[in-house]
């Protein structure tokens, strides 16, 4: 294909872009670089095709790479897209490392927002993958590969290719058939999100999404910083407590990598998201009860003010006003741990201590 050909007599065709099928364009009517590829249907999906990517060019979002044109050139579609300034996620993980789990999770959170817009509008995106995905200097992934045929998807096809692409983010790897292991909250996320059984709400994703692309896990935090003071702490264990009431039921969960901290200090429990419970954090009666919960919350808690996990014998030396209530909690007798009346009580009393001057 010659480099001074033009598509619709105003787009010339320069060099191609990545290893893909997209070239860079100049639009010579509205002096821009822009993106354009050619839609390799057959003959009889040209109508289809053309319907769809038209369809594709009334999506505005800030996220997404717009489809600005649509050109029929000797019989052949071709999109004309926004060009956008960026490597492919593709490109950066294989050239550089896998992503950190909070800029994982950012990509996540931008992806998810334009694909819920998308699908409001009735388009389903169809090829979400790590070469569709552009990471901008700005910080931003903006979602390309809009207009090609989605060859009638749902969209919960477009959460599972989100899942497995967060997965290549942070793992260098597509999921195959064993995603990652790991207790963290963003790949529990991704292994619900990737399970037959379909992904979690909506809702549930956005919400662990956001959280995790500025918050950071209790178990991160005590390991960067060490045990945190017993006030903070208690702290911890009554929003965690909140929580688990508001949510009604077993949880299950409750670890320290599963309670995320926000910059200014507040903590938040994300939902079970089909990842068990570490053996040091699981209640030794190992039932399905608010009392095994709290005692999972005991564990949690002795493990952000010792800085290891509890274990027979474990000395309370950190906790100060706190040991009474950790003591409590890890109770191997449900009817001696606290009611969460008496819980919310006993941790208040600890945030409102004096500072102990030893």
């Known amino acids: 294909m010659g480099e001074t050909r033009k598509l619709g007599g105003r787009y010339r065709l320069l060099n ?25 249907v057959p003959a009889e999906l040209h109508n289809s095709a053309l319907d769809e990517a038209r369809r594709a060019a009334r999506l505005r979002h800030p996220l997404v790479a717009r489809v600005l044109d649509v050109v029929v050139e000797d019989g052949a579609p071709w999109l004309v897209m926004e060009f956008v300034s960026g490597a492919s996620l593709e490109q950066t993980v294989r050239s550089h490392h896998p992503l950190p789990v909070t800029q994982a999770a950012r990509v996540g ?3 998810l927002s334009a694909l819920t817009t998308a699908h409001e509008a009735g388009i389903v995106h169809g090829r979400v993958d ?30 599972w290719a989100l899942a497995a692409t967060l997965h290549f983010a942070v793992e260098g790897r597509p999921p195959g058939q064993v995603p990652a292991a790991g207790a963290d909250p963003l790949r529990s996320l991704i292994r619900a999100m990737l399970h ?25 935090v005590v390991a960067t910083a060490g045990p945190l003071p017993p006030a903070q702490v208690a702290a911890i264990g009554l929003a965690v407590l909140d929580r688990l009431l508001a949510g009604g039921e077993f949880h299950g969960g409750v670890q320290p990598g599963n309670v995320l901290l926000s910059p200014d200090g507040r903590a938040l429990l994300t939902p ?29 808690l002795f493990t952000a003010v010792q800085g290891s996990p509890p274990a027979p014998g474990a000395p309370l030396t950190r906790a100060g006003a706190l040991a009474p209530v950790l003591l409590r909690l ?27 001057p030893g």
């Open 16 to 40: 191609p872009l990545g290893t893909g099928s997209v070239r860079l364009a100049f639009d010579e009517r509205e002096h821009r670089d822009v993106a354009v590829r050619r839609l390799r």
């Open 109 to 111: 959170v931008c992806l």
């Open 130 to 159: 790590p070469g569709n995905v552009l990471l901008t200097p700005t910080g931003r992934a903006v979602l390309t590969g809009f207009g090609s045929p989605s060859l009638s998807m749902l969209p919960s096809a477009d959460l």
């Open 196 to 220: 037959p059984a379909g992904p979690p709400p909506i809702e549930v994703v956005r919400e662990t999404l956001e959280h995790l692309a500025v918050d950071r896990p209790l178990d991160v």
């Open 272 to 300: 079970l998201l089909r990842a068990g419970t570490f053996p040091a954090f699981t209640a030794p009666e190992g039932a399905q009860t608010l009392a095994a919960d709290l005692w999972s919350l005991g564990a949690t």
């Open 330 to 356: 890890l109770s191997g007798n449900p009817a001696e741990r606290p009611t969460p009346d008496e819980l919310r009580r006993d941790l208040r009393s600890v945030i409102d201590a004096p500072p102990d």
